[in-house]
């Protein structure tokens, strides 16, 4: 191997180390997690705080600019399902929606 194909190749090797990953695809899109946050009357740093992430991860997942896997949207179904059963049981009166979506879950 000559020279430069030597350091073409040492070049390639740096930069597929340090190039960043991927973020995965969303399984939710943004509008689906502001609809699902809206449905349990929560802030972003509510939803934030469940999720163990930032006010502005949130904000992102909102936007588009960060993703949702399915582990994570699964989380966030749960815990607005779990918000809207407390709703409930607080003798709050709940959507059409409402009911329908933590019905839907089983929460």
Do not use: C, W
């Amino acid at each position: 191997m000559d020279k430069i194909a030597e350091i073409e190749a040492r070049v390639a090797a740096l930069e597929a180390r340090t190039k960043p990953a991927k973020p995965a695809p969303s399984v939710i899109d943004a509008a689906e997690v502001r609809r699902l946050r809206g449905l349990a009357n929560m802030s972003q740093r509510d939803l934030a705080g469940y999720l163990g992430v930032s006010g502005s991860a949130v904000h992102g997942m909102e936007h588009g600019t960060i993703g949702v896997d399915a582990a994570r949207a699964k989380k966030i179904r749960r815990i607005v399902a779990r918000a809207i059963r407390k709703m409930e049981r607080n003798g709050e009166p709940l959507t059409p929606e409402q009911r329908a979506f933590a019905a839907a879950e089983g929460v």
